[in-house]
């Protein structure tokens, strides 16, 4: 495998159920983020992970809670989901910044999560 | 309040002309500029982007060009290809804030329909 890789690509649940997300980077990165993409919105940033801390959470519902065990594995645990969470949630990986300037992030295909 | 706003939700252009896709900021805190292509059931991939301090940046068929003081960027595309058909989004990253990993705010994207 190559690249950022999401599972599962499509998720269908209920409200009362728990399921995770999972993200894998090939790419030797240390920064690892959650997108969620709304139908006709912009992509909203959800998490940030550098060298596996956390360090943005914006404004995020405590429904969703993100783990990053190591620098190339990133979850997305969801649990007593609404209907209005039902969106294209992408993962996205790159290098921190150095003094070369800023580095771009490399997304995954991205998880289609309807709640039912 | 959306930063970063592209007011096109599509574009169609006839194959071998030039297409234009136009974003719009708000926050003079921006100081790098991306553009990201996406197809249907894949995640962003990134194009190419540009620094505050230049105003023109070329790839290929692929510019983009800065223009500040109106807080404007443009992507240009000659000549299009139907293989450039897909949603094209703006991204703006404000690293005066300090942050190493490079935080990204998203335009709404463009779909490009480029016709044979």
């Known amino acids: 495998e190559t690249g950022v890789t999401q599972t599962p690509r499509h998720l269908v649940m209920g409200m009362t159920n728990k399921k995770s997300l999972k993200c894998e980077q090939h790419?030797?990165?240390?920064?690892m983020y959650w997108y969620k993409q709304s139908a006709k919105k912009p992509l909203e940033l959800m998490f940030v992970?550098?060298?596996?801390?956390?360090?943005e959470n914006n404004s995020v519902p405590s429904r969703f809670s993100p783990e990053c065990p190591n620098s190339s594995h990133l979850f997305l645990h969801l649990h007593t989901l609404q209907p209005e969470d039902s969106a294209l949630y992408l993962c996205a990986s790159s290098l921190l910044m150095g003094l070369a300037g800023y580095n771009e992030q490399f997304f995954g295909p991205g998880t289609r999560l309807t709640v039912l | 309040d959306q930063q970063v706003k592209q007011n096109s939700p599509s574009l169609s252009v006839q194959e071998g002309r030039i297409s234009i896709l136009n974003c719009d900021y708000t926050?003079?805190?921006?100081?790098?500029f991306l553009w990201y292509k996406k197809y249907p059931a894949e995640g962003p991939t990134f194009l190419i982007s540009i620094s505050s301090i230049k105003d023109k940046n070329e790839d290929g068929r692929f510019t983009v060009f800065l223009n500040k003081s109106a807080k404007h960027l443009s992507l240009h595309i000659v000549p299009s290809q139907p293989g450039d058909s897909a949603v094209y989004f703006c991204?703006?990253?404000?690293?005066?804030?300090?942050?190493?990993?490079?935080?990204?705010?998203f335009g709404q994207g463009t779909i490009l329909t480029v016709h044979p």
């Open positions: 926050n003079s805190m921006f100081d790098y």
């Open positions: 992970y550098s060298l596996e801390e956390r360090v």
């Open positions: 790419l030797g990165h240390n920064a």
């Open positions: 991204a703006a990253s404000a690293n005066a804030g300090g942050t190493s990993y490079g935080k990204l705010t």
